[in-house]
């Protein structure tokens, strides 16, 4: 699997931002997928995670009322909707899979990341 993170950019506090993570390899259906984020001078987070079927998903607790993960396995594709993004959602959002859909809010778990996609939120 090769993970391809894309959608960051620039927005104002209180937009939003779609993010997607493709797999080139075409075998993402596969795995499960986790979204995660690094601010500057911080650790990385779990944000959201999403099963190979796209039947379950699970969020972080900081962000879960204004996020969604979803999928579409014919495309390759995972996606993250953001919305009433505010200046301390401001990091690189990183992507990875895993093979099962187990300890998904840990970074240590999963075998394949991309290489993220930076998103800005103005105040």
């Known amino acids: 699997v090769q993970l391809q993170a894309s959608g960051g950019g620039l927005v104002q506090a209180g937009g939003s931002l779609r993010l997607s993570c493709a797999d080139s390899g075409r075998t993402l259906g596969n795995y499960a997928v986790g979204w995660f984020r690094q601010a500057p001078g911080k650790e990385r987070e779990f944000v959201a995670a999403i099963n190979r079927s796209g039947s379950n998903t699970y969020y972080a607790d900081s962000m879960n009322d204004r996020i969604t993960i979803s999928r579409d396995n014919a495309k390759n594709t995972v996606y993250l909707q953001m919305n009433g993004l505010n200046p301390e959602d401001t990091a690189v959002y990183y992507c990875?899979?895993?093979?099962?859909?187990?300890?998904?809010?840990?970074?240590?778990?999963?075998?394949?990341w991309g290489q993220g996609t930076l998103v800005t939120v103005s105040s």
């Open positions: 990875a899979a895993r093979r099962t859909y187990s300890r998904v809010a840990f970074v240590g778990a999963y075998h394949y």
